[in-house]
Each structure stands twice: as C-alpha cells, then as structure tokens.
C-alpha cells in the first residue's frame, strides 16, 4: 500500500469513528434510554477481540510464530546451519500474545449475547455502533489507540484471572 492509500483509509476511518460517535452522543442528548455502559462494552469488545492484542492478536502471533519456525526449518534445511537459540525475540506478530485479553472479550461477547438473546434486544445497536467506533478509533494511532491498549492489558489481567480461575 503507498502513502496515500494508508493517509486516505485512515482518515476514512477516523471520519468514520468520529461520525459514529457523534451520533451516538445525539442519541443521548436526546433522551436514549439505554444506558452508556453498552456503548463502551462495545468500544471494549472491539479492544478485546478485533484489534491486535485480542483474539486476531492471538492468531496473528501463532501465525508469526508458525513462519518464524517454517523459516527456521527452511533455513538449516537448505544451509546445514543450525540457527542459534535465543538470538531474536520471540515473533509474536507485532504485540505481546495476548491469550487473556481473548478470554475476556469472549466473556464479554457471551454475556451480551445472552442479554440480547433473552429479549434484550435494545442493547443490540449501542454495542454495534461501540464496536464500530471502537474498530474504527483504535485503529488509528492517538488518544482513543491508546486508551484501547488500556483496555487490552486490562482485559488480558482479567483474562489471565479467569484462565487461573477455571
């Protein structure tokens, strides 16, 4: 991708996060029932599970790491060389694995997924519009990209809880 493809998607997204938002503050000003709390487990199921340190972190890594070792074999296979052990980092895809932070937007997932199945169906659209504008915002570098790697870490302590919990 050249410069201007990656300018132009993330300003599309910004755009697009940022009109999400301010439509969901509308709705708010203008007498949304529905609580906020929704609207942000939305933004956090969208830190949890879809932005890197969630569940595509987790296949990402176990990708990297399944090329690191293809790469590895390839190598002493076609040099005779054996590659040193512990000379590179482990290849985790860019962020830290993050096994925990996968659990608890799975949690989270679940316990919505439940609400909306047991006649809940309102809080369907504010979780929607969090995810997306979760997506959208966190994936762009700034403030909210940052505070959606807040929540990844704090999602792969409460996930790592769980994980010891169970």
Sequence with gaps: MNDFGATAG???AITLGVVLLMYQIGRWRGGDPTPQIHFWA??????????GGGLLGVMGGAAAALGDGV????????TGAVAKAGSHPP?????????????AGLALLAFYMGLIKSGRADLREPVMRGAAVGVFL?????LIGMALGLIRTSGNTIGTVLLGVI
């Design 10 to 12: 993330g300003i599309g």
């Design 91 to 103: 290849v985790t895809g860019g962020e830290r694995v993050a096994v925990g932070g996968a659990v």
């Design 42 to 51: 939305g933004v956090a199921l969208a830190a949890l599970l879809f932005l």
């Design 71 to 78: 790469g590895t074999y390839a190598l002493e296979g076609a």
């Design 138 to 142: 966190g994936a762009s570098a700034g």
